[in-house]
DNA sequence: CTACCGATTGACT
DNA sequence: GTCAATCGGTAGA
């Protein structure tokens, strides 16, 4: 595998980088680094997998029924996290488009690139596949909830998307997994083959 | 206030 | 493969 370390000191993905349809900001997503650093050290992942949400005729959406004081983040502006709670368990979205949107992108897994005995001891397992492999383990493997909603990810500051290598990985794109509506729209993407893509069958 | 439910996960057959 | 624990957000009485 690469040697990603020195690529932290890379400065986060600019505003310009969100301010895209959902769409193309999914898939550029990938291969990008999420980095998250406090006092227990820093901890990083390559992003394998994400999926759109979009503004207009996208009933799975959170915005599509409007704005709501748990989706607040989705309007305001690009680039900043949108965190939210399923099933008792906290999930992060980038902002995408401009205010007022109501558009995100959800990261739904992760590569481990650095701290992995850090996201051992949060997520309480040494498998390393079970550490980012899923909306969810990613943000309990980076200790994000809910104090990052609306954080600003392209401040640098102890959680930021910075750039990956240039990477010539194969993308697939289907469905999203677990909603229940647009489920025809093939808005979930992921690196082909890759064994950190969520899923019951990796 | 109550009732319902979900962009999930882990345990189990 | 199946199933349910889990709890904050949301809508409605």
């Keep these: 595998m690469p040697n990603y370390l020195n690529d932290f000191l890379a400065p986060p993905l600019p505003r310009e980088f969100y301010a895209r349809s959902p769409t193309v900001v999914a898939q550029e997503l ?5 980095v998250r650093s406090d006092a227990e050290g820093t901890v990083a992942g390559w992003i394998v997998e994400t999926e759109a949400y979009l503004s207009e005729n996208d009933p799975a959406c959170h915005a599509s029924r409007g704005r709501t004081p748990r989706n607040a983040a989705m309007f305001g502006p690009p680039g900043h996290a949108y965190v939210y709670t399923i099933h008792a368990r906290w999930c992060m979205n980038a902002v995408t488009e401009g205010i007022d949107s109501g558009s995100a992108v959800l990261i739904r ?3 481990p690139l650095q701290g992995e005995e850090q996201m051992q001891l949060r997520r309480r397992t040494e498998k390393r596949l079970d550490l980012t492999r899923g909306p969810a383990r990613l943000c309990e493997a980076l200790a994000i909830g809910r104090e990052f909603n609306g954080w600003d990810l392209t401040r640098g500051e102890s959680l930021w998307i910075a750039a990956g290598k240039v990477s010539d ?3 697939s794109a289907g469905p999203r997994i677990g909603i229940s509506q647009a489920m025809d729209l093939p808005l979930r993407f992921y690196f082909t083959g890759n064994r950190y893509v969520s899923g019951r069958r990796g």
Excluded: N, T
């Design 109 to 111: 897994a992760l590569e």
């Design 169 to 171: 990985e194969p993308i």
């Design 30 to 34: 990938l291969g990008q680094v999420l």
